[in-house]
């Protein structure tokens, strides 16, 4: 019997969490089911477990951290929406079967689904909101190629780091064509990192986002 009323508690609590939000943003909720559920994933990304966090502060932080990521993907999704940007049946389909590839078993990709909440039309919903934003997320933060005079630049402002993972020579007369080609990706990395802070920014800025107590 108790099992049973425990049970039924925690049904009842789970269906109370998902009326109550975490935040709104642009008047769309973000619920405390949908937050835990992602903070448990946000968790298990960075090699940690909930009950292994026992610090108070660090557990707010973390859970804002979350939560922060929630706010941008539903600004992401709403702004894919605006864009018209559309997620094909087969485009999601082939995404979530290379997903359930990777689980090995069909058995094993559903109760995997379960354990997180979903059912599988739950499910590829959540992956169709996901893929679209991304989308428009890449969409967005794209950045053109520098030119060979701002590679060269960026390498000289930073040789001794990338000489340093490069093991090069301090003689900067002729840069070599590994060291360019390092300095391009570095520099593109870090080109694509302030984009996508900066639209992150953006859309923050335009958006009227509440988080609750």
């Known amino acids: ?105 069909s058995a094993l990709f559903e109760r995997r689904l379960a354990e997180a909440g979903f059912d599988r039309p739950a499910y590829a919903d959540y992956m169709r909101h996901e893929m679209a934003a991304q989308q428009v997320y890449a969409r967005l933060s794209a950045v053109d190629e520098p030119s060979r005079a701002e590679v060269e630049a960026f390498y000289q402002a930073n040789r001794q780091t990338l000489q340093g993972a490069q093991n090069q020579s301090d003689n900067t007369s002729v840069i070599p064509e590994p060291a360019l080609e390092l300095a391009k990706a570095a520099l593109i990395g870090q080109l694509q990192t302030q984009s996508r802070q900066s639209v992150r920014q953006r859309l923050r800025e335009s958006a009227t986002v509440e988080v609750a107590d």
Not at 54 to 73: F, G, H, V
């Open 1 to 105: 019997m108790r099992t049973v009323l425990l049970c039924l508690l925690l049904v009842i609590a789970k269906a109370s969490w998902a009326d109550v939000p975490a935040a709104r943003v642009n008047g769309v909720n973000i619920d405390l089911m949908r937050l835990e559920r992602y903070f448990t994933e946000y968790l298990q990304a960075q090699g940690r477990a909930v009950a292994s966090i026992r610090n108070p502060t660090l557990y707010k932080r973390l859970r804002q951290q979350a939560l922060d990521e929630l706010i941008d993907k539903e600004l992401l999704w709403q702004e894919s929406r605006r864009q018209g940007i559309h997620i094909s049946d087969e485009q999601l389909s082939a995404q979530i079967g290379e997903i359930e590839a990777a689980f090995g078993s």
